[in-house]
T-cell receptor, first 112, second 111 residues
């Protein structure tokens, strides 16, 4: 069983559209994260949730909205997609912020 | 920022050689972790070293930590083509908030 799974793996869409990426972990972790990795491989944290509560919200356009229906799920909704949103988005989870993080395989978003 | 900064940005070696990557950070840490990312995949945890540890081994990996210099190094001995990947260090601060990753070192091992 995949520990951290995110869907879809690839997402190609037009500018201005709204899209969602889903993430689920079956590790029993209480902290989940969203990262954005750009073309230069820089991995930047976007959000962190602990037990469904937002604990990190980096400088990210408010077009990005995370939603955690329960502690095993953290979804990312993006409104009015822009060209600069093209990147690979990774979901991760851990028991606490300082502990080992387990990553999903990534969602490659291409905005045309 | 506690962000780790890896050096060099890119490293090319031959199979069997050792590869050394360095990481520097700016604030006090609880621990420091190293991750590997194969092309097109997610990050995989390699090793965690706590702030009161100076050296740690795991298989062909050796990590050192010098908190006085705020630096760490990752040594991969007897490298293999399969070690080709990007390697990231991630300091964890005292508060236990999320790890902050750097830009990584891209390692290429040719056979």
């Amino acid at each position: 069983d995949t520990a951290v799974s995110q869907t879809p793996k690839y997402l190609v869409t037009q500018m201005g559209n709204d899209k969602s990426i889903k993430c689920e972990q079956n590790l029993g972790h209480d902290t989940m994260y969203w990262y954005k990795q750009d073309s230069k491989k820089f991995l930047k944290i976007m959000f962190s949730y602990n037990n469904k509560e937002l604990i990190i919200n980096e400088t990210v356009p408010n077009r990005f909205s995370p939603k955690s229906p329960d502690k095993a799920h953290l979804n990312l909704h993006i409104n009015s997609l822009e060209l600069g949103d093209s990147a690979v988005y990774f979901c991760a989870s851990s028991r606490e912020g300082r502990n080992i993080q387990y990553f999903g395989a990534g969602t490659r978003l291409s905005v045309l | 920022s506690q962000q780790g900064e890896e050096d060099p940005q890119a490293l090319s070696i031959q199979e069997g050689e050792n590869a050394t990557m360095n990481c520097s950070y700016k604030t006090s840490i609880n621990n420091l972790q190293w991750y590997r990312q194969n092309s097109g995949r997610g990050l995989v945890h390699l090793i965690l070293i706590r702030s009161n540890e100076r050296e740690k081994h795991s298989g062909r990996l050796r990590v050192t930590l010098d908190t006085s210099k705020k630096s760490s190094s990752l040594l991969i001995t007897a490298s293999r083509a399969a070690d080709t990947a990007s390697y990231f260090c991630a300091p964890a601060n005292q508060a236990g908030t999320a790890l902050i990753f750097g830009k990584g070192t891209t390692l290429s091992v040719s056979s």
